[in-house]
């Protein structure tokens, strides 16, 4: 009798194991809404990126004046280009309003991943046009600021 419910244990940890190493090999969307998003995707999210600065001094990636503000202007520099890109292809504030995004970058500044929400109730075509292009826009532009590990910046913008 002990070695069947010895059996049934190892065959459960053995099968949850596989089953968490699953869950954590999920690939991440290269955009991600916040509004459909899942809880563990963000969490894994925050846990590959440290915020490129914060209240907190000691967990942020950018602790200088001048960090600071170098990542200030590339930050607005990358939403006033994205807002350009939107505009060129007639997609602009009126139909979207104020956004919240979150930029998850690599060490070296280009975008891995993006996540959204809009602050106010926008069209189910205008959200899906916003992702295609938000997306399409982060393959080629970035923060470009080189850091000592992947970094993430949030901020709320009205393109």
């Known amino acids: ?3 069947i419910v010895s059996i049934i244990v190892v065959v459960f940890v053995v099968f949850a194991c596989r ?3 699953t869950k954590n090999a999920v690939a991440i969307p290269k955009v991600i809404s916040l509004a459909i998003a899942d809880t563990f995707l963000l969490k894994r999210l925050d846990t590959m990126y440290t915020s490129a600065v914060s209240i907190d001094t000691a967990d942020r990636v950018f602790v200088t004046a001048e960090d600071e ?3 200030s202007e590339r930050w607005i520099e990358f939403h006033n280009q994205f807002a350009s890109y939107l505009r060129s292809k007639d997609l602009h504030s009126e139909k979207m309003g104020q956004t919240f995004i979150t930029l998850y970058c690599s060490k070296n500044g280009s975008v891995d991943h993006a996540s959204y ?4 109730p926008i069209d189910s075509l205008t959200e899906r046009r916003y992702t295609y292009h938000l997306e399409e826009f982060i393959r080629n532009h970035g923060l470009d600021i080189v850091a000592s590990k992947p970094y ?7 393109y």
């Open 117 to 120: 929400a809009f602050i106010d």
């Open 152 to 158: 993430s910046q949030c901020g709320s913008v009205k």
């Open 1 to 3: 009798m002990k070695s």
């Open 19 to 21: 089953e968490q190493g």
């Open 69 to 71: 503000a170098r990542l």
